[in-house]
């Protein structure tokens, strides 16, 4: 894990002058949980083995990319390295809480996301959401490249963009911060453009893809570009919801 | 002659009943059920429990917080109008149970000095609190949205959840007061 300094993020839905949301200082992982790292977890945690798992947790196509061997159910050699996919949200908050730490706040994941190899913010960088929508406009993979193959960012932290999308912990909140201002009629920001048009960065469609692509899940689908890395609180104690 | 550690033979006992109880755990709450968290609570009364306590009765839930001064009071008093709406008969088989969204501020004795104030009939009620995390993954289950914005307030959608007696979700309405009736007949459905 890496050390991420406590800084200031403004939500992309929220206006220029709005008041920026605080994201305390906090750790994430260098790079996604890999298919392997994830196999060790549910060895240990029966609970979450595809075959056991409630399914109130996750969608039957659960770890779906792994071979059945005999009786298991595990990854092939070639995908030991790449990201695990077909994980839910519950599955990748249990593997998070194995290792005592959590998924990072939808904050937290667009504050290391937004920056770019040279700069804390990408978006001072000419061509920076232009890469990022490029990888958006591709078809996934059949077969995810290993994890680590992107250089690092500003932060050292690699993969946040070209390889998968990852879980957050409150994913599913972008729509629901109903405060008093002109800036949040979910009318609004349930509908494309109308929203950009008072956004902190109208032109950082590829944030836009990512809110919107969030407020589409639930906590259960397991989807075959959807996988998580994990994150931890400078001080655990103070961890608010 | 080999010498057994009672120390170690008493770990070994309490490992194989865990075994046995997570086994009829896994058994006996439905794969679909709400019950399936293993996430623990504490009550009004600061009594320890799991949601799966819960079940032998049906149960009508709600995400709350008890500051709360919008929405919450709204759910609260149209899961009393369900509750008056009941015949003596139904009431014994419904449960009613509020839990935290700010497990921080919202201690047992928070808990209690509310549903005082609320004039909550607590042969019904429960209200709970637990981690912050655990509360997350139950709206999660249930499919609430909700947002921490400042000051310990929070931005939920503001759903009663009707439970079966096993604990699957079996209607889910907006808690506003003319969808009590509604909600009393969707009780008596399953």
């Known amino acids: 894990m890496v050390a991420i300094p406590g800084g200031d993020y403004r939500p992309l839905y929220m206006s220029k002058d709005s008041p920026q949301t605080q994201v305390r200082a906090f750790n994430i992982d260098v790079r996604p949980v890999t298919n392997q790292q994830y196999w060790l977890f549910i ?7 595809p075959l056991t798992i409630a399914q109130i947790f996750a969608e039957p196509q659960y770890l779906q ?22 994980v839910s949200w519950f599955a990748a908050q249990a593997y998070c809480r194995s290792l005592d730490k959590r998924l990072p706040t939808v904050a937290e994941w667009e504050r290391v996301a937004s920056a770019s190899e040279t700069h804390a913010d990408g978006s001072q960088e000419k061509g920076y959401h232009q890469r990022i929508l490029e990888w958006y406009s591709q078809p996934s993979r059949k077969q995810l490249a290993d994890v680590g193959g992107n250089a690092p960012n500003f932060w ?5 963009h070209g390889l998968i999308w990852e879980w957050t912990e409150d994913f599913n909140s972008a729509l629901v911060s109903g405060e008093s201002r002109g800036d949040s009629n979910i009318d609004q920001r349930l509908f494309c453009a109308a929203g950009s048009q008072g956004a ?24 075959p570009n959807l996988g998580f890395r994990c994150a931890s609180s400078k001080d655990q104690t103070n961890d608010k919801i | 002659m080999i010498k057994f550690n009672p120390v170690i033979i008493m770990k070994l006992i309490g490992l194989a009943l865990l075994l046995v109880v997570s086994q009829v755990h896994s058994q006996t709450v439905p794969q679909d059920s709400v019950y399936q968290l293993n996430s623990t609570w504490l009550d009004q009364d600061g009594n320890k429990l799991t949601l799966s306590s819960f079940s032998g009765k049906k149960q009508v839930l709600s995400l709350i917080y008890t500051h709360c001064l919008h929405t919450c009071p709204t759910i609260v008093s149209t899961m009393q109008s369900i509750e008056n709406k009941l015949s003596e008969d139904e009431t014994q088989n419904v449960g009613f149970i509020l839990v935290s969204l700010t497990p921080d501020t ?6 209690r000095e509310f549903a005082q104030k609320r004039h909550l009939n607590m042969e019904n009620w429960s209200l709970l609190t637990g981690s912050a995390e655990d509360a997350r993954s139950l709206a999660m289950v249930l499919d609430v949205k909700y947002q921490n914005v400042t000051d310990n307030e929070v931005n939920h959608s503001n759903l009663m959840t009707g439970l079966d007696k096993e604990g699957r979700i079996k209607f889910q309405e907006i808690g506003v007061m003319n969808n009590a009736a509604k909600a009393v007949g969707e009780l008596k459905s399953f």
């Open chain 1, 156 to 160: 050292g932290v690699q993969d946040l």
């Open chain 1, 200 to 223: 902190a960065d109208p032109s950082d469609y590829a944030a836009f893809m990512r809110f919107g692509f969030r407020s589409s899940l639930q906590a259960k689908f397991t989807l």
């Open chain 1, 43 to 49: 060895d240990g945690n029966p609970r979450w083995q």
């Open chain 2, 106 to 111: 919202d201690t047992p004795e928070v808990l």
């Open chain 1, 65 to 86: 990319h792994w071979q059945h061997e005999g009786k298991n159910i595990l990854p092939t050699d070639e995908q030991l390295n790449s990201p695990v996919i077909n």
